[in-house]
């Protein structure tokens, strides 16, 4: 079982960042990878970023590509998403997920039902 921890949400002003942290405990997979989803209220939990665990690997949404970067720390089973640049529609639950095995394909890294855990979220408010 893995258990994940986000933090790192807050309220922040248009234009402004944040850094989102996600901690990972119990078993962890050294061939995975993590990802980053959201979800507005009244609206389907969408794909954000995705990166392997060996960091070799990341991937983007187009609505956050150039603003967002995601990365890992292996040593402290960490995840995180600095976020720049953010704007009212960044709006959103914050959700770190693991997936045991790495899948390669970008399609496979943004379909939700690829990851089998998750973390509780993390409420990020962009004010404009």
């Known amino acids: 079982q893995v258990q994940l921890v986000e933090s790192g949400g807050g309220l922040v002003q248009a234009g402004g960042s944040l850094r989102l942290s996600c901690a990972a405990s119990g078993r962890t997979f050294s061939s995975g990878a993590m990802g980053w989803f959201r979800q507005a209220p009244g609206k389907e939990r969408e794909f954000v970023a995705y990166v392997s665990w060996s960091g070799s690997t990341t991937y983007y949404a187009d609505s956050v590509k150039g603003r967002f970067t995601i990365s890992t720390d292996n040593a402290k089973n960490t995840i995180y998403l600095q976020m720049n640049s953010l704007e009212p529609e960044d709006t959103a639950v914050y959700y770190c997920?693991?997936?045991?095995?790495?899948?390669?394909?970008?399609?496979?890294?943004?379909?939700?039902?690829?990851?089998?855990?998750w973390g509780q979220g993390t409420q990020v408010t962009v004010s404009s």
């Open positions: 997920a693991a997936m045991p095995q790495a899948l390669g394909l970008q399609s496979a890294a943004r379909t939700r039902t690829n990851y089998r855990y």
